[in-house]
């Protein structure tokens, strides 16, 4: 199994990004497919995530209106892209892979990607 995220690293405060996740090794398709991430010294929290078919993707109160994510069962590939960035974004933004629909909790996901390091300037 691997989960390959991909995306630029830094950005201005106020600017967007599009993280990318490449996934392979399970069967992408039956997967609820999220984004997590982890600032210096603070825990790891839920970001964003969507359901198997695409439709329903749910949001942390902290990006929504902010972001939106989507994914490719195609490309086996699931997307971030995130608008209005602020300062407390920075973080290193994971993907994850799990079964559990609505869970926001990190430990409902069975696979994680290495992690990719975004920091919004001020």
């Known amino acids: 199994v691997q989960l390959v995220e991909s995306g630029v690293g830094l950005v201005q405060a106020g600017g967007s990004l599009r993280l990318s996740c490449a996934a392979s090794?399970?069967?992408?398709?039956?997967?609820?497919m999220g984004w997590f991430r982890q600032a210096p010294g603070k825990e790891r929290e839920f970001v964003s995530a969507i359901s198997w078919g695409g439709s329903n993707p749910y949001y942390a109160d902290s990006v929504k209106g902010r972001c939106t994510i989507s994914r490719d069962n195609i490309k086996n590939m699931v997307h971030l892209q995130m608008d209005s960035l602020k300062p407390e974004d920075t973080a290193v933004y994971f993907c994850?892979?799990?079964?559990?629909?609505?869970?926001?909790?990190?430990?409902?996901?069975?696979?994680w990607g290495q992690g990719t390091q975004v920091t919004v300037s001020s």
């Open positions: 090794g399970f069967t992408f398709s039956s997967y609820i």
């Open positions: 994850a892979a799990g079964k559990k629909i609505w869970s926001t909790s990190w430990s409902s996901y069975d696979y």
